[in-house]
């Protein structure tokens, strides 16, 4: 005998086949079924749970378990979906950023096995003092502290990154190949993100390179402007001006944007470096082999 589930489900497939989003947590399709529930003639017993046990056995519904460290994450699939929408939802307002946007933007020729999610901190107060040479002599001395929020998703690796709070700025909005939305941050933050986390990009070579291969899409006043909006307390202004003409590939005059103001300490292109030289002009120590 055809159950209610049965009966209705070629209907509950039209809705979930015009989603506008494939990627859903258990409450987005509890509301979903709350919405429907009269039109599908489902009773009041047919739960939550016995609906999606159904939706998995019986349709492309698919569950995606995700063990991060931190926090697991549960969702559900409908149909086809690439890593990277997945992993720009396995987090409320997360982005894909770091070496992933890299790929994304054609930045490097890798394509790394990782892939690079930002789920933002909570709003913080700015640090009681402001830094001092010494403190950041210190602090650059040490390795630079890495993320353990990572799990396997599918034949890749996700890498939650947890980032500070910006609002999600200069983040923009793609489509991937079967045309499902996810996010990610533009060529500008990229840049940004990847001076101030190198490890999360494949070093400072491959930094160096991202910045050769922008040469003709960034827009140097767009990247300063987010740069400054982003309120670092580090003058990566200095790291970012390094790079642009390291790289040979911008003009002089559009450069000294990033020398608008005296720089006050020496800086440091990463960390824990051994053999380094080092930019009077830019004031940055940097890798000697770079």
Same mark, same amino acid.
């Given at each position: 005998?055809?159950?209610?589930?049965?009966? /209705?489900?070629?209907?509950?497939?039209?809705?979930?086949?015009?989603?506008?989003?494939?990627? #859903?947590?258990?409450?987005?399709?509890?509301?979903?079924?709350?919405?429907?529930?009269?039109? +599908?003639?489902? /009773?009041?017993?047919?739960? #939550?749970?016995?609906?999606?046990?159904?939706?998995?056995?019986?349709?492309?519904?698919?569950?995606?378990?995700?063990?991060?460290?931190?926090?697991?994450?549960?969702?559900?699939? +409908?149909?086809?979906?690439?890593?990277?929408?997945?992993?720009?939802?396995?987090?409320?307002?997360?982005? #894909?950023? !770091?070496?992933? /946007?890299? !790929?994304?933007?054609?930045?490097?020729?890798?394509?790394?096995?990782?892939?690079? *999610?930002?789920?933002?901190?909570?709003?913080?107060?700015?640090?009681?003092?402001?830094?001092?040479?010494?403190?950041?002599? /210190?602090?650059?001395?040490?390795?630079?502290?890495? &993320?353990?929020?990572?799990?396997?998703?599918?034949?890749?690796?996700?890498?939650?990154?947890?980032?500070?709070?910006?609002?999600?700025?200069?983040?923009?909005?793609?489509?991937?190949? $079967?045309?499902?939305?996810?996010?990610? &941050?533009? @060529?500008?933050?990229?840049?940004? $993100?990847? &001076?101030?986390?190198?490890?999360?990009?494949?070093?400072?070579?491959?930094? #160096?390179?991202?910045?050769?291969?922008?040469a003709d899409r960034v827009s140097l006043n767009k990247l300063s402007a987010t740069l400054k909006k982003m309120e670092f307390?580090?003058?990566?202004?200095?790291?970012?001006?390094?790079?642009?003409? !390291?790289?040979?590939?911008?003009?002089?005059?559009? @450069?000294?944007?990033?020398?608008?103001?005296?720089?006050?300490? $020496?800086?440091?292109?990463?960390? *824990?470096?051994?053999?380094?030289?080092?930019?009077?002009?830019?004031?940055v120590h940097f890798p000697a082999g770079l």
């Amino acid at each position: 005998m055809a159950t209610r589930l049965s009966i /209705a489900k070629a209907d509950i497939i039209k809705v979930f086949d015009k989603l506008p989003v494939r990627v #859903l947590r258990q409450a987005e399709i509890g509301r979903l079924l709350e919405e429907n529930r009269a039109f +599908w003639r489902l /009773a009041q017993s047919t739960s #939550l749970g016995l609906f999606i046990k159904y939706l998995l056995e019986s349709t492309k519904l698919q569950k995606v378990h995700l063990p991060l460290p931190h926090r697991a994450e549960t969702l559900f699939i +409908w149909g086809a979906v690439s890593p990277y929408v997945v992993a720009s939802a396995a987090k409320p307002g997360a982005y #894909l950023c !770091h070496y992933t /946007a890299m !790929h994304l933007h054609e930045l490097t020729d890798q394509v790394p096995e990782t892939i690079y *999610a930002n789920f933002e901190q909570r709003p913080v107060a700015p640090p009681a003092s402001p830094p001092t040479q010494a403190s950041i002599d /210190a602090a650059f001395r040490r390795p630079q502290r890495l &993320t353990t929020n990572i799990c396997p998703l599918w034949d890749k690796r996700l890498c939650m990154v947890n980032g500070k709070h910006t609002g999600r700025r200069g983040v923009e909005e793609k489509t991937d190949a $079967d045309g499902l939305p996810f996010s990610v &941050t533009g @060529i500008e933050r990229t840049l940004i $993100d990847i &001076t101030v986390r190198p490890a999360y990009a494949g070093g400072v070579s491959e930094v #160096l390179e991202a910045y050769r291969r922008a040469a003709d899409r960034v827009s140097l006043n767009k990247l300063s402007a987010t740069l400054k909006k982003m309120e670092f307390v580090y003058p990566y202004e200095q790291s970012i001006g390094f790079y642009l003409e !390291h790289s040979g590939a911008y003009e002089a005059s559009r @450069i000294e944007l990033f020398r608008a103001h005296p720089f006050k300490f $020496d800086f440091y292109l990463t960390y *824990a470096m051994k053999k380094t030289k080092y930019s009077a002009r830019w004031r940055v120590h940097f890798p000697a082999g770079l």
